[in-house]
């Protein structure tokens, strides 16, 4: 994959439209507080070319969500006109439901989240003069043809070919290390989803049998939920604190913590793939494929450990602290963007399409408070 930049791609559409200004504020005595009543009633500054740079980064990559989700949705999830696209699919659901009876409800309701939040971004950038993200000129790949699927949309990302990492299961378990500290490796919940390429929705109506078979997809989709939702709980909070604008930390801290809600959701309902009864489980037509029964694997893997578990932070001269993991500024867009694209979720993609991706997560990467 080209992970470059280009130059051209990254400058495009970042100029800053003129902001609000802090407008008057009254006599030069006026109190902090009085301040920061004006700063909090959105007359702030206007936004930085760093801002308006995070703010990009952020909508493609809930644009980015969205598109997914909705796959998701479109087979696995509750079909109404808040989340319009697909009839779901039955066998799918029920594997899905065999993790928790929730599950559709649960997709319905992330899928809607990550809708509101790039067309807030955008509206939001609009509204202060610049460029919003579009993508549309990127939906170029095909779509599942099972049963329930928009089988003739064409999507910006692709769910049946994922290499899933699920070292954020240890990741929250550990109460010695941090990613941010030392950089240490983490071991793979489930080490054979993080090789090859694994579907997480039935590709067609063939994948929908045997039960083992579309039971091993349903599963690979729980923990690639709780990957993908993981990134989202650490981004926001590592780039808040690059802003400079106060309302646009506001946007960043008040939209992370539902990335939070969701991950933990997703945490919980993995771990049902990982016990008694659902497992261990062998995929019968892709026997490289295994869910392990991780209730025996020792305290760092056990499927109820879904709270992060204290670790070290900031300094190992400090007590241990339960955390967002991790949280580390440097890089932090350009991570995510290279973790998306090792997941497999942008195979078959076109060279613009990572130029631009990696555009956007540089210019993110290079904004200054």
């Not at 990254?10 to 009254?26: D, E, P, S």
């Not at 030392?182 to 997480?200: C, E, I, M």
Request: glycine share 8%; net charge negative.
């Amino acid at each position: 994959m080209k992970t470059s930049t280009s130059r051209r791609a990254l400058l495009k559409g970042l100029a800053v439209g003129a902001g609000a200004g802090v407008g008057t504020i009254g006599a030069l005595n006026v109190g902090l507080l009085n301040k920061t009543h004006v700063l909090a009633q959105g007359t702030s500054p206007a936004l930085t070319k760093g801002d308006v740079a995070i703010l990009r980064f952020l909508a493609a990559v809930e644009i980015l969500e969205t598109d997914f989700w909705q796959q998701y949705n479109e087979l696995g999830g509750i079909q109404d006109s808040e989340v319009p696209g697909g009839s779901g699919n039955a066998p799918y659901t029920k594997a899905l439901e065999n993790l928790d009876e929730d599950m559709p409800q649960y997709i319905h309701d992330n899928t809607e989240d990550e809708f509101t939040h790039f067309t807030f971004i955008d509206a939001y950038l609009a509204s202060k003069g610049a460029e919003p993200v579009n993508l549309d000129r990127f939906r170029t790949l095909p779509s599942s043809q099972a049963t329930g699927a928009q089988k003739n949309k064409r999507r910006l990302t692709n769910l049946m070919q994922l290499t899933v990492d699920t070292s954020f299961w240890t990741r929250y378990r550990s109460s010695t290390k941090n990613p941010d500290i030392d950089h240490p490796t983490f071991p793979q919940a489930v080490p054979s989803l993080d090789v090859g390429q694994h579907p997480a929705i039935p590709r067609n109506d063939g994948d929908l049998t045997p039960a083992k078979h579309i039971q091993a997809i349903a599963n690979t989709a729980a923990f690639h939920f709780a990957s993908i939702e993981q990134g989202g709980t650490s981004v926001y909070p590592s780039l808040a604190q690059r802003v400079s604008n106060v309302e646009v930390l506001r946007i960043l801290i008040s939209t992370g913590p539902t990335e939070t809600m969701h991950f933990q959701i997703w945490h919980d309902k993995a771990g049902a793939a990982v016990s008694p009864p659902l497992a261990p489980l062998t995929d019968p037509k892709h026997p490289e494929l295994v869910f392990p029964d991780l209730t025996t694997r020792g305290p760092d893997f056990r499927p109820n450990l879904v709270m992060p578990e204290p670790t070290v932070f900031l300094s190992r001269k400090f007590p241990v602290c339960s955390i967002i993991r991790p949280t580390e500024t440097e890089g932090a867009a350009t991570g995510v963007a290279h973790f998306l694209t090792n997941s497999g979720l942008f195979i078959g993609q076109s060279e613009e399409f990572f130029d631009v991706l990696f555009g956007l997560a540089a210019a993110a990467d290079m904004a200054q408070r």
